[in-house]
Nanobody, 115 residues
Framework: QVQLVESGGGLVQPGGSLRLSCAAS????????VNWFRQAPGKKRELVAT???????YYLDSIKGRFAISRDVAKSTVNLQMNSLKPEDTAVYYC?????????WGQGTQVTVSS
């Protein structure tokens, strides 16, 4: 059974940092791209960052230079290091994998950036 479990969200002041983790199980984690999406209230869910099976990365323009995605194969986790956080980064962040023609999502973790 495929499971994606996010952790690491919380409340942080502008300029602060958070590290999100996505723990994966039930499939060959290292063979698939893993994505982080986010959804702010009243807005569409948007792709924030991707790491491919080969280690290539993609970032949403608005977070380039501030966020970094990485994969720990031994722990079957994908991390999203978020620095210099802004109020507009406030959203629920979701881990996502697509394989066997199915979208798999985690339950989401809330990130709130506020003073």
């Amino acid at each position: 059974q495929v499971q994606l479990v996010e952790s690491g969200g919380g409340l942080v002041q502008p300029g602060g940092s958070l590290r999100l983790s996505c723990a994966a199980s039930g499939f060959t984690f290292s063979s698939y791209a893993v994505n982080w999406f986010r959804q702010a209230p009243g807005k569409k869910r948007e792709l924030v960052a991707t790491i491919t099976s080969g280690g290539s990365t993609y970032y949403l323009d608005s977070i380039k230079g501030r966020f970094a995605i990485s994969r720990d194969v031994a722990k079957s986790t994908v991390n999203l290091q978020m620095n210099s956080l802004k109020p507009e980064d406030t959203a629920v962040y979701y881990c996502h994998v697509y394989f066997s023609s199915i979208d798999f999502w985690g339950q989401g973790t809330q990130v709130t950036v506020s003073s």
